[in-house]
């Protein structure tokens, strides 16, 4: 059965870190590029990060860049989201979903390029 499952959000205080996790199963990861996107109460999901299939190519919305890293292990079937610095305004369900190539508009991945969405992980920003 094809997933995707994230997993590492909570609740954190502004300026912290956390590290989220998307595991793949059912599917070869290392076909796929990796897209990180969000969704925040009462706005549309946005995206935030992808990395390709090989991890040789990483792009970030303007929003995140220089505070969140993604990375992967296609051995461990695992991408990463580190996200630093991070905002009151980053309080969102954090997704991943797969495509074929990292499709961006600008820096920023294209949510309806991408499918096989996980069930989200929910960060917290606040003191």
């Known amino acids: 059965q094809l997933q995707l499952v994230e997993s590492g959000g909570g609740l954190v205080q502004p300026g912290g870190s956390l590290r989220l996790s998307c595991v793949a199963s059912?599917?070869?990861?290392?076909?796929?590029?990796i897209g990180w996107f969000r969704q925040a109460p009462g706005k549309e999901r946005e995206g935030v990060s992808c990395?390709?299939?090989?991890?040789?190519?990483?792009t970030y919305a303007d929003s995140v860049k220089g505070r969140f890293t993604t990375s992967r292990d296609n051995a461990k079937s695992t991408v990463y989201l580190q996200m630093n610095s991070l905002k009151p305004e980053d309080t969102a369900v954090y997704y991943c979903a797969r495509s074929h190539l990292c499709t961006v508009v600008g820096d920023t991945p294209v949510r309806q390029a991408f499918g096989s969405w996980g069930q989200g992980t929910q960060v917290t920003v606040s003191s």
């Open positions: 990395i390709s299939n090989n991890g040789a190519y990483t």
């Open positions: 059912g599917f070869t990861l290392d076909y796929y590029a």
